[in-house]
């Protein structure tokens, strides 16, 4: 019976890996940054890879291919999502996908003031820099944070958010939940 339950439990963990590399890809920039913040900066992916497999709740998809990705839930609030792929790093609100985020959404997941959202951007760039898996400053984080909003950040001089004009969408994060 023992032997049995063992053999069980392989093939299930098998057939969930198989499952797992079958995943496709996503990517920050097919998501609206109005549901999130999207930063753009240069992202290693090896390390992004390993950061995300280090993590309790985490799925990676296409990682021997050039569209890949890393989805997590924020340690600091699992209603907020981290997607890190080639050249971006979002932060948008944990569901079910493709349900739109209005801003009563936004203020429910993120906070007021987008106090929540802050937090996730604050202890997550951290990790990521620290990882080697985001090449930004130290410095960076911290402006990051203080950045946290709606919208795209971009390094110019400094961090500058920009809007569009979109509907933002949830991420599919009921697998991680």
Known sequence: MKKTVKTLAVVLVGAG???FVAAPAMCGDDFCAMGGTLIKVEVVKDK???WGKDRKKA???GADGDTWSV???SKSD???AVLVGPGTVFFGVAG???NEVDARDAEKVFGKDFRKLAEAVQKEMTELWKAGAVKIQGAD???LAKAAALGTLEKGRDWELTTQDCKGMDID???LK
């Open 59 to 61: 799925t990676v998809a």
């Open 173 to 175: 994060a009921s697998d």
């Open 71 to 73: 989805l997590t839930l």
């Open 48 to 50: 992004a890879i390993e």
């Open 17 to 19: 890996l198989v499952a």
């Open 96 to 98: 079910k996908g493709g």
């Open 141 to 143: 984080v911290s402006q």
């Open 78 to 80: 699992d209603d907020i």
